[in-house]
Nanobody, 123 residues
Framework: QVQLQESGPGLVKPSQTLSLTCTVS??????????WSWIRQPPGKGLEWIGR???????YVIPSLQTRTSISRDTSKNQFTLQLNDVTPEDTAMYYC???????????????WGQGTQVTVSS
């Protein structure tokens, strides 16, 4: 059964770059038709879908984050990553990786999620 695990720093200073990794087991990130996504939830707020990378390596990031966000993958390690540049305190959130959550509109549908990792942006 597929399992996803987020990893990365729990504390990042403003203006620095946040880099998170999602390690996948039980499935391949190159499996046909799969979408692999990043989602976050700021304290006291709802889930915000960030972007995705598909089975072929194609990516999409929501317009509000496109200029400072990139998603990539390492197929040899069965991992995909989120890089968020020039962070601010507003980027403080629980960050999740997930399978089968290809857009904002599918957040309420079944999928496979990691447990999440807390990221705090503070000086």
């Amino acid at each position: 059964q597929v399992q996803l695990q987020e990893s990365g720093p729990g504390l990042v200073k403003p203006s620095q770059t946040l880099s998170l990794t999602c390690t996948v087991s039980g499935d391949s990130i190159t499996t046909s038709s799969r979408y692999w996504s990043w989602i976050r939830q700021p304290p006291g707020k709802g889930l915000e879908w960030i972007g995705r990378i598909n089975y072929a390596g194609g990516t999409y990031v929501i317009p509000s984050l496109q200029t400072r966000t990139s998603i990539s993958r390492d197929t040899s390690k069965n991992q995909f990553t989120l890089q968020l540049n020039d962070v601010t305190p507003e980027d403080t959130a629980m960050y999740y990786c997930a399978r089968d959550v290809p857009s904002h509109y599918t957040l309420k549908l079944p999928g496979y999620w990691g447990q999440g990792t807390q990221v705090t942006v503070s000086s």
